[in-house]
């Protein structure tokens, strides 16, 4: 998912560089008033047990493995603004260093993964762990469905930024780059909920008391909803595309003999029994964010319930 | 200076590591910025600036075959803008049947793609020379003098402090699991659990290895507010420029601004 140098037009790496910069600014701002002088080591050597962390894998089946990427993990146990700045160390040394990512696709990069990623965690884990009310499966479930879908987000923002700038055309780039992060973000999920089982035992305080967790506050929470429903209507709109619709046809059926078993587990961008394909595309997107108001408004009754 | 097969500085007397590393920071940042806004048709800025960019590495002592093998990392992102040859409309260059259907291929979607492969080839290469001639340490005063926060760019340089030793502290979990694991000498044969088995057993790895990540800051924690440590990042003031590196900086961003302006005014 680390986007190279020369994918993205320059405007759009400008943006979202300036983006990131004031992002990150105001994280470093936060982690400054919450950690105060501690912060320094904690981040730093954080950053560097993502890093090794990557390293860690598993073989899945003929020579591809899984790995962490740890955007989910480090919302989870430091809350968002440590793991923002936590993971903008760790996309920045990658770019920098190992050429991983460019150095222009910086701030795109640090967008998807930093911003992005970590917002996205922080909704989904902060609304499940609510929903269980303190039982032990909302940090696991939190945590498999906070790492899953960061992961697949911030890889359809990852298409978005390609196909507005022109590199790969929305109706493939979206789908592709989807349907590949849904079955990489399984893999991120089950290590993510193996990491919180193993602490769970270890230093069940770190997860238990909300330790050193999560004060985000309700503007991250939103922050995390909007992205999460503005990527789940802009992606299938951009990749029913009016222009490339035959194309999407085609690529669909050429995609299914030649590779059917990857493509199988994304069909759902046609709903059955709606032939129009932009039409159904729309439908899915609408019904993923209905999903998403739907954990919304589960955690704003369990709140007041609560307070009742 | 922490010798690690992930470092990736290489050690050479060369005018280009002699450099410093504010001037090599800012011009490599000048150079991808440069090859990004120039415009796709331009095909000799391209071929001058890579000329540029291979001549650098041949000054540096590295050698083009390191960089050039290095930059084969990028090459699989390529794929992602495969398509777009395909896709653009223009003049049709060839047409590939496929059952049913064909794929025709344009002219402005070729130039497209192979400006898009060529564009970050190049700027690949840029950002390894930059990294294998110039140690970490300085890259960090560069980060310092480009005006990037004092605390970001602290977490940068303890997290390459820690990056090694976390490194090989995860190769120890690996090489643990490696030896308590069977292999079936039968080539595919699976051995161990289901995947979801396995990656809960990495996932335990992860846990424990962010566990001991923690345990860890706490002592380094101590161990510099024993030394005096006050919150306050503090390292020494950078040494102004001499006048032949202003010389060389205002030298590179010319040539930059020449290329992209030769660029723009006869392709844009």
Known sequence: MHIPDGFLSTLMAVILWVVSAISVAYALRRVDKDLGERQVPLMGVLAAAIFAGQMLNFSVTGGTSGHLLGAALATILLGPWAAIIVLTSVVSIQALIFQDGGLLALGANLFNMAVIGVTVSYFVYTSLHKLARGKSWGVFAGGFAAAWLSIVVASLAAALELALSGTSPANIAVPAMGGIHMLIGLGEGLITVGALAFLYAARGDLLRSGGAAPKGGAAVWIFGLGIAALLAVLSPLASAHPDGLEWVAAQKGFLETARSPLYNLIPDYTFPGISNTALATILAGIIGMLLVFGVALGVAYMRRNKKA | ?268
Not at chain 2, 33 to 51: D, N
Not at chain 2, 137 to 150: D, F, H, K, N, S
Not at chain 2, 185 to 208: D, F, H, I, L, P
Not at chain 2, 250 to 264: K, M, V
Request: charged fraction near 15%; glycine fraction near 8%.
């Open chain 2, 1 to 268: 200076m922490h010798i690690h097969f992930l470092d990736p500085y290489q050690p050479r007397t060369s005018p280009i590591h002699a450099l410093d590393a504010r001037i090599k920071f800012v011009l490599t940042v000048a150079f991808i910025l440069t090859v990004s806004l120039t415009p796709v048709a331009a095909w000799p800025v391209y071929i001058l600036l890579l000329a540029l960019i291979l001549s650098v590495e041949i000054l540096s002592g590295l050698g083009s075959g390191y960089v050039l093998k290095r930059a084969l990392l990028a090459l699989p992102f390529v794929l992602a803008a495969l398509p777009v040859i395909f896709t653009l409309k223009g003049t049709s260059l060839f047409t590939i049947p496929l059952g049913s259907w064909t794929l025709t291929a344009s002219l402005e979607g070729l130039e497209r793609f192979i400006g898009v492969a060529l564009k970050s080839w190049i700027s690949l290469q840029a950002a390894i020379v930059l990294a294998s001639s110039t140690p970490f340490p300085e890259l960090l005063q560069a980060m310092r003098a480009v005006g990037i926060p004092r605390l970001l760019v602290g977490m940068f340089g303890l997290m390459w402090r820690y990056l090694f030793v976390l490194v090989d502290e995860a190769l120890r979990l690996m090489r643990a699991r490696a030896a308590r694991s069977g292999q079936s000498a039968e080539a595919g044969k699976r051995c161990g659990g289901s995947v979801a088995w396995r990656a809960r057993v990495t996932g335990g790895m992860a846990g424990n290895l962010f566990l001991r990540a923690f345990e860890r800051s706490d002592r380094i924690y101590v161990a510099m507010l024993s030394r005096g440590y006050d919150g306050e990042v503090r390292s020494l003031p950078l040494l102004p420029l001499t006048s032949r590196g202003w010389l060389a900086l205002a030298a590179g961003l010319f040539l930059l601004l020449l290329l992209l302006l030769f660029g723009i005014l006869f392709w844009g």
